[in-house]
T-cell receptor, first 119, second 111 residues
Framework: AAGVIQSPRHLIKEKRETATLKCYPIPRHDTVYWYQQGPGQDPQFLISFYEKMQSDKGSIPDRFSAQQFSDYHSELNMSSLELGDSALYFC??????????????????FGPGTRLTVL | EDQVTQSPEALRLQEGESSSLNCSYTVSGLRGLFWYRQDPGKGPEFLFTLYSAGEEKEKERLKATLTKKESFLHITAPKPEDSATYLCAVQGQTGANNLFFGTGTRLTVIP
């Protein structure tokens, strides 16, 4: 079965540089999420998109922005990189589903991640 | 504020020694509780979704259960390949669909 694709898998940047991470969701999934995971930490939610519109916003720095395109792939743009931005960045995708009588829930499937190192 | 606490932080088991991992949660209305497995440097791998107290799900040597305050991941007769970090995450009723993760339990199964 097709999985979430992320590119690049590894990225090394200097301080104050910019970086762009790409995510290709599972086919027919309509929602994309971005998470940041520092060493030894749990994934922290950054931002999400549903049907190409921003749906939720977490702890995403103002230096970062993201968008979802017409083909549902998403890009996370990171500017003025800092040493503390070094982390694993995961993209997850899901299909919005409504459970009869209850609100929605959705299982998120994660990509392999992009390891960003800022020197 | 949503809170997820996993225990223990780390667990070492002999191969075949069954045990349970705990995930305690505080959330304003639970829409779903999710278990993931994560290997070092890799993305979390989806295991289970539970969304109502009393629900149970099984997959090979793993069984997840849910009460109104906590979830357990039972591992029966584990093998070395079960070694990984197991993450618990919740979705609350606030409307946001993102997952709120616990810090995980790092499981090591010794041959």
């Amino acid at each position: 079965a097709a999985g979430v694709i992320q590119s690049p898998r590894h990225l090394i940047k200097e301080k104050r540089e910019t970086a762009t991470l790409k995510c290709y969701p599972i086919p027919r999934h309509d929602t994309v999420y971005w998470y940041q995971q520092g060493p030894g930490q749990d994934p922290q939610f950054l931002i999400s998109f549903y049907e190409k519109m921003q749906s939720d916003k977490g702890s995403i720095p103002d230096r970062f922005s993201a968008q979802q395109f017409s083909d549902y792939h998403s890009e996370l743009n990171m500017s003025s990189l800092e040493l503390g931005d070094s982390a694993l960045y995961f993209c997850a995708s899901s299909l919005y589903r409504r459970l009869a009588g209850l609100s929605s829930y959705n299982e998120q499937f994660f990509g392999p991640g992009t390891r960003l190192t800022v020197l | 504020e949503d809170q997820v606490t996993q225990s223990p932080e780390a667990l070492r088991l002999q191969e075949g020694e069954s045990s349970s991992l705990n995930c305690s949660y505080t959330v304003s209305g639970l829409r779903g509780l999710f278990w993931y497995r994560q290997d070092p440097g890799k993305g979390p791998e989806f295991l289970f979704t539970l969304y109502s107290a009393g629900e149970e799900k099984e997959k090979e040597r793993l069984k997840a259960t849910l009460t109104k305050k906590e979830s357990f991941l039972h591992i029966t007769a584990p093998k070395p390949e079960d070694s990984a970090t197991y993450l618990c995450a919740v979705q609350g009723q606030t409307g946001a669909n993102n997952l709120f993760f616990g810090t995980g339990t790092r499981l090591t199964v010794i041959p």
